[in-house]
């Protein structure tokens, strides 16, 4: 799939599950959530990060931290914990981080492992900003959780 229709479908897929997040007072058709089906989007690589404009390349990451910021309101004032949820975690470590550093920071990495191509934009960020800030006891935990996950594929 080419990066433009990745970062599309990943803008698109943010879209839909934003407009059915229920709005308080306002109840689903019981029929509309009967006829909801699982999306799959495709990570984002590097590949597909470099071969993308600079407007989308920040639009994808201005939805990645829009629906960050969006779950984080939904869990309230007591996030979940990490083995439930990894928004917390996330969230901590983009805090004070601009668009323009997250960008630059995957823009050096590019150049830093030009190898690299097949490997996740989201996660080149998530191991330059949330697992810095993860305590040794959440890396653990973390480490464990994706160890079950990688064994049952």
Not at 91 to 119: C, F, S, W
Request: charged share 20%; proline share 7%; with cysteine.
């Amino acid at each position: 799939m080419p990066a433009k229709s990745r970062i599309l479908l990943t803008l698109f897929v943010v879209n839909l599950l934003l407009g059915s997040v229920p709005v308080q007072g306002i109840a689903a058709e019981p029929s509309e959530v009967a006829n909801v089906e699982a999306v799959h989007c495709p990570p984002l690589t590097l590949k597909d990060w470099v071969a993308s404009s600079s407007q989308e390349q920040y639009a994808f990451l201005f939805g990645f931290v829009t629906m960050l910021e969006m779950e984080k309101e939904w869990q309230g004032e007591k996030p979940l914990p990490l083995s439930r949820s990894l928004v917390h975690s996330w969230v901590n470590g983009l805090a004070g981080v601009t668009l323009r550093e997250m960008h630059k920071t995957i823009e050096d990495y590019i150049v830093a492992h030009p190898e690299d191509q097949t490997r996740n934009v989201v996660e080149v960020l998530g191991h330059a900003y949330v697992r810095p800030k993860l305590t040794p006891a959440m890396r653990e935990e973390a480490r464990a959780h994706l160890d079950a996950i990688a064994k049952q594929k």
